[in-house]
């Protein structure tokens, strides 16, 4: 085996014959790369943004228009720089451009072919710029991308959750707090609540995409240019509000990726707790759900195994998203304005954030439409657990006007002798309730089942079945609305 082919390592001593030419004479012996190699391999960041190309091109397009439009370019070089960009776009969708490390960046890579395409145009091109506010352009734009593409796929992950939603709008399930049987609700009032909690995922990321959407070009290295360009045409010509304010700030502020690691752990944690729900329910002891083949996979000693493993993954890829977050925060503390090579560290954890967060919601998404419930099994269990003793307690409060805190204490007394007896509470003779509360009459059954509860929930956001297909329409439609348009 290459011996340079093997991890660098400071444990690792090396025979002097393999050390490298390169090698530092007096420090270089536990390094087989001499420091040429090291630096490069620590420098160049071309092994990752050259997955920012496209922005890259669509700046530099930008730039170059707006030069010729103040004179700094001709037109000829301008149609020259549009032409090779154009190839250059092409060989990298062909893949068979020629990526070069030692060209550090994907910005020198393009720049570098485009200068050996068409000669000196190239060489102007980065007139009245850096590759600071380059970079940072490039980035705000594929970020832009991401939260598209995201958002979109939060809308159709919130269509099939209300999809699922209306068709179980009335289908009972156990509703859980501390995950003990509390009180009975809706399956489709329970997908409605992740409904709402991506709702707010998209407007976090809308909101950091106004905030972003302001246009770093121009800001140069960091104090501007004395060329005359006009950084309102080229925001304009990317689809930016204006060009930002401050130089310095253009070439340093990353909070845009900072806000969108941030909106993006927060809808990973929404997915992980989904995930956790349908890892609980396909369990056997639960079996309120079962996933098919498409989202489980076997074991291979145990025949009778489906384990949802997609939704164990949605669970983890929180952990990769949460740690992007940390990882970016942790770089930027403490950072002296305006940009550090530091600043370069921002693309990896933002690509693998957006990567994982679009791969969890597709096979959430994915889920979702595939889950089939186990209504009979879900509406049983929602009556176990003394699951109507609130309505119970509410029935003493209405009926015998008993004040609430008193009707808990009675309804307390009840359940306590149910489970003495090894029975539900609508179980309980009316002598048996009467001896705890002897006002209690008849009645008091038309209010301890599930169907009973669910329905009895008619309050603002409450769980009854009426309230709960209401909102399911007004999802599918506000979500058609916006598919459509
Ligand atoms: N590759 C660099 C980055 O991602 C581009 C900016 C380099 N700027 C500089 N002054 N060296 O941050």
Known sequence: MNDSSQPLTAQTPRPAETRSAGANASWGG????GPAQIMSDINASIGFDKRIWRQDIRGSLAHAAMLAGIGVLSTDDEAAIIEGLAAIGAEIEAGVFPFDVALEDIHMNIEARLTERIGDAGRRLHTARSRNDQVATDFKLWVRDAIDG??????????ALAQRAAEHASHPMPGFTHLQTAQPVTFGHHLLAYVEMLARDRSRLADCRRRLNECPLGGAALAGTSFPIDRHQTAAALGFDGPTANSIDSVSDRDFALEFLGAAAICAVHLSRFAEEIVIWCSAPFRFIRLSDAFTTGSSIMPQKRNPDAAELVRAKTGRIAGSLVALLTVMKGLPLSYGKDMQEDKEPVFEAADALALALAATA????DLMPELARME???????????DLADWLVRTLKLPFRQAHHVTGKLVALAEARD?????????????IEPGITADVYGVLTVAASVSSRTSHGGTAPANVAREAARWLTALDRELVA
């Open 150 to 159: 995201l958002s979109g796929q939060m809308a159709d992950l919130m269509l």
């Open 423 to 435: 029975v539900d509470l609508a179980q309980l003779d009316l002598g048996a309730m009467q001896s």
């Open 366 to 369: 994915g889920m979702v439409r």
């Open 380 to 390: 049983v269990a929602a009556g176990q657990g003394f699951a109507t003793a609130t």
């Open 30 to 33: 536990r390094f087989a790369a």
